[in-house]
Each structure stands twice: as C-alpha cells, then as structure tokens.
Antibody, heavy 121, light 107 residues
C-alpha cells in the first residue's frame, strides 16, 4: 500500500538548519508530484512547497521562499525539505503529501504521518 | 492569494444529526475545491475532491456541492468517528490555500 514516512525533525535553535526526509513506497514515485504541508501547534494547515515529477516545476509559499528548498531523489524514492535560517514561527508538524491530477483538478490523496520541527532557543 | 473562509469554526452535534459546513473562496476556484478530515494527532485525509467527487473508500454519508466561490460539505447522519476537524482547500492556483477548519464536536 502507499506509504509516506517522514524523518529528520527535532528541536533546533533559530537561524540553524534542518533537513526533513520523506520516504515513499507503494506507488510510482518517479511520476508523482509531491508537496510539503505544515501545521503549527493548534493551528490550521499551510501549504509550504511543491515539486513536480520531472523537477521542472518548483513552488514555495512566500513565508519560506529563499530559506527552504524542496528536492527529490527518484533513485531512492525520497523527498526532502532543506530548511535554512529557521525561525520560531517555522515550528510546526510537517507533512509530505502526494498530489494526484485529473486534468485541471488536483488534490492530496496520500499524506505522511508528520514530523515535528521545533525552533526554539 | 485566494483566501478560504470556513463557517462555522466549530459546531456541536449529536450522532445521527445532519451537519453542513460551508467554505467560501475570495475569488472563483471553479470546481477546484477539496475537503479533508483530520483527527487529533493524525494526518489529514481526503474526503472529497473537485467539489463533489467522493474519494474511494469514503462513506456515502459525506457529500460535497458548490462551484465558483461557495461550497458545502454535508454529513447526512453523523457517526461517532466523524468527530474531527474538517478543512477545505483550493487547488485552482498557487499558493494552495486551506480554510481555517471546522471542528465538529459531540453535543
């Protein structure tokens, strides 16, 4: 079955870096569009970044642009989120998610279990 | 950016009740509107996509309707496992945006 498993979270000081990983299985990773979505404690969902299957389309939320980098390793079925210059307001549960497209329609049909990132001094 | 406004932000209901949640977009998203359910400590999961298409495996008591800027999620007969937070999300344009959520609680 489809699985997305995040790792790499933890506690980090402001200004430091952290890299999240999302290991995928059970579907054709190479042809899938993948995203990161985060949720601050007690808050709603916020889309963070997306990466197309052929890596030609990369997009970021304004809140992370210039600090976060989304990339993938298709040979290892793994999605990454490199987070630099972290700030306290980046504290959140980070989910990786697969997007499925039907023509112009797209939606997140599979999600990882989430990985907590805490930015605190 | 397209803002998504959900109402109510929370509601109390009993098992067997009919529940309706609304989602309004700040501009037209045509039919590019999805609904997710999230239980505490868990990842969201997809209920409905393209405004009204039920995701495989989702019980038929869930239904969605609407177009352009106004959308509705209806649970025809609330079950114990339906107490959760529900989010709408537009996939019409970047940045992808979610509504603030509607918490469905037990009365």
């Amino acid at each position: 079955q489809v699985q997305l498993v995040e790792s790499g979270g933890g506690v980090v000081r402001p200004g430091r870096s952290l890299r999240l990983s999302c290991a995928a299985s059970g579907f054709n990773f190479n042809t899938s569009s993948l995203h990161w979505v985060r949720q601050a404690p007690g808050k709603g969902l916020e889309w963070v970044a997306s990466l197309s299957s052929d890596v030609t389309a990369v997009y970021y939320a304004d809140s992370v642009k210039g600090r976060f980098t989304i990339f993938r390793d298709n040979s290892h079925n793994t999605l990454y989120l490199q987070m630099d210059r972290l700030r306290p307001d980046d504290t959140a549960m980070y989910f990786c998610a697969r997007a499925t497209f039907f023509g112009a329609i797209n939606f997140f049909d599979y999600w990882g279990q989430g990985m907590l990132v805490t930015v605190s001094s | 950016d397209i803002q998504m406004i959900q109402s109510p932000s929370s509601l109390s209901a009993s098992v067997g009740d009919r529940v309706t949640i609304t989602c309004r977009a700040s501009q037209s998203v045509i039919y590019s509107l999805n609904w997710y359910k999230q239980k505490p400590g868990k990842a969201p999961h997809l209920l409905i996509y393209s405004a009204s298409t039920l995701q495989s495996g989702v019980p038929s008591r869930f239904s969605g309707s609407g177009a352009e800027t106004d959308f509705t999620l209806t649970i025809s007969s609330l079950q114990p496992e339906d107490f959760a937070i529900y989010y709408c999300q537009q996939s019409y344009s970047l940045p992808l945006t979610f509504g603030g959520g509607t918490k469905v609680e037990i009365k």
